[in-house]
């Protein structure tokens, strides 16, 4: 069966005016963003930290602490466990974490690792402290729990 002329013409009038419709309602669309607070009082810090074990160190361990602001933690080589809370996570190169303020947290290294700290510390003025030495957490069956497999 033949459709007539007229008809098609019709038909591709039609599906013209649906893909104009949601083309427009896509190009329509916007974000919008505000800016709730921007302050001077937020003090940044960033250390990198190279460690290479040796005979009277062969291993690192952060000790347990607390940082009073937000603390990311990239491993550019080698592998780092960072445990907080009762959740070990274990990083390799490229892997990122970020601290929980307040919440203890233990960095340990069996081999050699490079990494980098970036600490965001809110309200603070320059000398105060960035980590606070901090008890080991109890954690249920008194272990800490591994969230990432490794090697």
Do not use: K
């Amino acid at each position: 069966m033949r459709v007539p002329r007229s008809t098609r013409g019709l038909l591709a009038l039609g599906v013209v005016l649906v893909v104009g419709a949601v083309g427009v309602g896509v190009a329509s669309a916007m974000v919008m963003s505000t800016v709730l607070a921007d302050t001077n009082l937020v003090r940044e810090r960033i250390f990198h930290t190279d460690f290479t074990p040796s005979s009277d160190q062969p291993s690192f361990d952060s000790g347990w602490h607390i940082h009073p602001g937000v603390a990311i933690v990239e491993v550019q080589q080698g592998r780092l466990n960072v445990t907080q809370g009762c959740l070990t996570h274990r990083l390799g190169p490229g892997d990122t974490y970020i601290e929980v303020p307040f919440l203890p947290v233990d960095a340990t290294a069996d081999h050699a690792a490079s990494w980098t700290s970036t600490l965001i510390l809110a309200n603070s003025t320059p000398g105060t402290p960035d980590r606070v030495p901090a008890s080991e957490p109890s954690c249920p069956g008194g272990d800490h729990q591994n969230n990432r497999g490794g090697d």
